[in-house]
């Protein structure tokens, strides 16, 4: 069965330092796959989504994730990460295009010092 | 308006009691989904439903159903209530091309 993995569970970091989450995925064939980020109290909300073409994918707030297949990896990425995106972030994918296979990652946590 | 509404968003129950949560959607999605949400474990697919006759069985549907009473509307039961059914429930709709979006959350206790 699909899984995905998070590297982290939980990362702490400073205002204005990098962030990189990692998330790999198990299945070989082809897959759509999504950031999430949830903020304290709130529904999960899309980040940004890879399904086909440049593996460099650009999402809003600044966030771009890096499909490289040959790793099955999507590691989402921030230059200068800022309080507010205190969060938890969940990788997430779907074998297919029919959607029954959506499976999540088990979330990192993200908490940006001030 | 949100576009994914749940009800109630916070319930606590007892168990063996029978609890119904509901949601609604105003996207024009045909696929819904009931997911659970777990420190440490993500979410977890429960049910999934691509049509108003299309029921499917997610990884964890022990212990819950389901009901798809019209395209906007997908409820989830726990027929008789455990507390290790105390989670974070969400519902989920998506589109053709698979992004999901999620209601508000439920938030569930069973003592």
Redesign the interface.
Known sequence: AQS?SQHN?HVILSEAASLELGCNYSYGGTV?L?W?VQYPG?????LL?Y?SGDPLVKGIKGFEAEFIKSKFSFNLRKPSVQWSDTAEY?C?V?EN?Y??N??????TRLSVLP | DADVTQTPRNRITKTGKRIMLECSQTKGHDRMYWYRQDPGLGLRLIYYSFDVKDINKGEISDGYSVSRQAQAKFSLSLESAIPNQTALYFCATSDPYNEQFFGPGTRLTVL
């Open positions: 995905v569970h759509n999504f999430y709130q529904h999960l909300q899309l989504k399904f969940f997430a779907t295009n959607g029954q959506f499976v999540f990652g088990p979330g």
